[in-house]
């Protein structure tokens, strides 16, 4: 399990500070701007400071725009702070958001600024253990600006449809290209959950082979990673929840519906962690269950065994004194007696058989 909380500012800092970028730190200013009406549509990536100044600018002013053109800002470089300052110059980005975009243990919620509505989302990464990335999203007026940790992520099937003009996308305003990215991020968890339900039939399975030795420590990082899932579920039911109120003038009434099914998305995550949770909790208590169970079988036939020598024993050992008979007539007549040895073992095994036979009428030996 990582670091449970993960702060970049210091202590004391005025809110709404940006730290100041790092000395020696080569700025990024790669972003990609894509740009779609119902009949256009243009796919461009910034690579020069020159270029990203002239185009955040003419986006933000309106220029050469029609009333019913959508702009995508994506921003996705793992150094953004100068790209950063740029956007909250141009677009005026309160300095709140701007702090929570720069610190990267932000939670998933939704806060509104004047005219901008601002999401932070929690993407879905990693194939082996599960684990998160920031993605910060603004809307403003007909603009949409996504800002992400690193390169890579799960919003190619929106810019597919965006530019093969697929469903409704293309046909409406970009509220819905709002809502259309944190849903595709929110679809992301599905994936996931479906690769810990197939774990967890893994671990069912291995449980009935009786293979089950590093069981308890997978259903460990298992649970450790639902808990996660649950928690993030949770931030965006509330931060979804927020939206629906405080975007009830910026989003379009048919867009509000979307939102609601994207609730309802966010609820099948929290059940389907709820009940992996559980099954990992079933698991484990099976585990412990089957591996008592096998413990006391082994307990069992020694106990059975002991049972059953222990009166041997003690006859062997009542005969291995060797006092002489000839001495006294009550030592041991047998040590003199062709048939003493035969007559010994003969005994140990009538009291052995005897013992069996009488377990097995009470039913011990099954």
């Not at 141009?90 to 005219?115: I, M, N, W």
């Not at 007026?141 to 697929?166: F, Y």
């Not at 062709?338 to 009538?350: D, Q, T, V």
Request: hydrophobic residues 40%; contains cysteine.
């Amino acid at each position: 399990m990582g670091k449970l909380f993960k702060r970049r500012q210091k202590v004391g800092t005025a809110p709404g500070t940006m730290p100041p970028v790092k000395q020696g730190t080569k700025a990024s200013f790669e972003i990609r701007v894509i740009r779609y009406s119902r009949n256009t549509h243009s796919d461009r990536t910034l690579t020069t400071r020159s270029e990203v100044e002239v185009e955040l600018k003419r986006i933000a002013s309106g220029q050469h725009s029609s009333r019913t053109e959508v702009t995508w800002i994506d921003v996705a470089t793992g150094n953004h702070s100068s790209t950063l300052r740029m956007l909250a110059n141009v677009f005026g980005l309160h300095p709140l958001a701007v702090e929570d975009v720069d610190s990267e243990h932000q939670h998933v919620k939704c806060e509104k600024y004047d005219d901008t509505l601002f999401f932070m989302t929690r993407m879905a990464m990693g194939s082996s253990r599960f684990d998160t990335e920031q993605v910060s999203i603004f809307l403003q007026k007909n603009v949409v600006i996504t800002i992400q940790e690193h390169p890579g992520d799960c919003l190619d099937s929106v810019r597919t449809r965006i530019d093969q003009a697929r469903g409704r996308i293309r046909t409406r305003r970009a509220d819905y290209l709002f809502y259309s990215i944190i849903d595709r991020i929110v679809d992301e968890f599905f994936p996931v959950m479906e690769r810990y339900d197939v774990m967890l039939g893994e671990l069912s399975s291995m449980l009935e082979t009786g293979s089950h030795r590093e069981l308890p420590l997978r259903l460990h990082h298992i649970r450790d990673d639902l808990l996660q899932v649950r928690k993030i579920s949770t931030q965006y039911r509330l931060a979804l929840k927020r939206l629906l109120i405080d975007g009830s003038d910026v989003l379009d009434e048919d867009t509000q519906y979307f939102v609601r099914d994207c609730q309802d998305h966010v609820n099948h995550l929290l059940d389907a962690s709820d009940l992996g949770r559980e099954y990992c909790g079933e698991l484990r208590e099976l585990h412990f269950a089957l591996l008592g169970q096998k413990n006391n079988d082994i307990s069992k036939v020694l106990t059975l065994i002991a049972t059953v020598f222990i009166p041997m024993s003690f006859i062997a050992g009542v005969y291995g004194m060797n006092f002489d008979s000839e001495e006294s007539s009550l030592n041991m007549p047998e040590l003199h007696w062709a048939f003493g040895y035969p007559f010994a073992l003969a005994l140990m095994a009538m009291t052995g058989g005897g013992l069996l036979f009488y377990l097995h009428r009470r039913g011990w030996l099954h």
